[in-house]
């Protein structure tokens, strides 16, 4: 397995990995890929790296960044690799609102996800939703001559077959997700602003602790 490092920061190791190294864990969906291609095209580069088990090399997070570039035919990409079961701090929910709210049911191991790149039997798409304890934006805006062109790939194994009724109920999930995350971290910025308040007014009127509050 051969890995050029591209950089080394914040303790997280970014490299240029052989794309034919790297195991997807579930499917794509059509319709993103044809987006996410069309950006990758018009930006002529990857912004961000995708991530992976360093040990499996199961991509963990960007498989679709992935599939775009294996169908493009590029030999290399940048990857954030991690040790998936070393770092307890590494969480599989499946919605985007499992980042913040803990439910055991909703859970996925790592073993799991793991089991499912190293044998293939892939998940069905946006099965998983992966937590990590740094920022998955790491930016690194590679050019993609960067990455050895050569002939385009088949990914059609890879991905799920869906009708154009499937694919526009799967972007109205999308958009039903993030509108369930914004609303809750919404409603959670109410709250700490009204804890906030409460303790600036309890200093205000407290004689013995009102010395130490100089706004």
Same mark, same amino acid.
């Given at each position: 397995?051969?890995?050029?490092?591209?950089?080394?920061?914040?303790?997280?190791?970014?490299?240029?990995?052989?794309?034919?190294?790297?195991?997807?864990?579930?499917?794509?969906?059509?319709?993103?890929?044809?987006?996410?291609?069309?950006?990758?095209?018009?930006?002529?580069?990857?912004?961000?790296?995708?991530?992976?088990?360093?040990?499996?090399?199961?991509?963990?997070?960007?498989?679709?960044?992935?599939?775009?570039?294996?169908?493009?035919?590029?030999?290399?990409? /940048?990857?954030?690799?991690?040790?998936?079961?070393?770092?307890?701090?590494?969480?599989?929910?499946?919605?985007?609102?499992?980042?913040?709210?803990?439910?055991?049911?909703?859970?996925?191991?790592?073993?799991?996800?793991?089991?499912?790149?190293?044998?293939?039997?892939?998940?069905?798409?946006?099965?998983?939703?992966?937590?990590? /304890?740094?920022?998955?934006?790491?930016?690194?805006?590679?050019?993609?001559?960067?990455?050895?062109?050569?002939? /385009?790939?088949?990914?059609?194994?890879?991905?799920?077959?869906?009708?154009?009724?499937?694919?526009?109920?799967?972007?109205? $999930?999308?958009?039903?997700?993030?509108?369930?995350?914004?609303?809750?971290? $919404?409603?959670?910025?109410?709250?700490?602003?009204?804890?906030?308040?409460?303790?600036?007014?309890?200093?205000?009127?407290?004689?013995?602790?009102?010395?130490?509050?100089?706004?």
């Amino acid at each position: 397995m051969t890995v050029t490092i591209l950089a080394e920061k914040s303790n997280l190791k970014i490299a240029l990995v052989p794309i034919d190294e790297l195991k997807p864990h579930e499917q794509g969906s059509p319709i993103y890929l044809e987006l996410l291609k069309d950006e990758i095209l018009r930006d002529k580069m990857l912004k961000y790296p995708i991530i992976a088990d360093e040990k499996t090399r199961v991509i963990l997070d960007g498989m679709h960044r992935w599939l775009v570039l294996k169908s493009l035919g590029y030999a290399l990409i /940048p990857v954030i690799l991690v040790d998936a079961f070393q770092n307890p701090k590494i969480r599989v929910g499946r919605r985007r609102i499992h980042r913040y709210v803990s439910d055991l049911v909703e859970e996925v191991p790592i073993s799991r996800v793991i089991q499912a790149g190293s044998s293939g039997r892939l998940m069905k798409p946006r099965t998983t939703r992966h937590f990590f /304890p740094f920022s998955k934006f790491q930016l690194v805006n590679c050019p993609l001559d960067q990455l050895t062109k050569r002939n /385009p790939q088949d990914v059609s194994e890879y991905l799920a077959k869906m009708s154009d009724e499937e694919c526009e109920l799967t972007i109205k $999930d999308w958009f039903k997700e993030i509108k369930e995350e914004l609303e809750f971290l $919404d409603k959670r910025k109410k709250e700490v602003e009204n804890e906030m308040t409460e303790f600036l007014r309890a200093l205000r009127t407290n004689g013995n602790t009102s010395r130490y509050y100089h706004p």
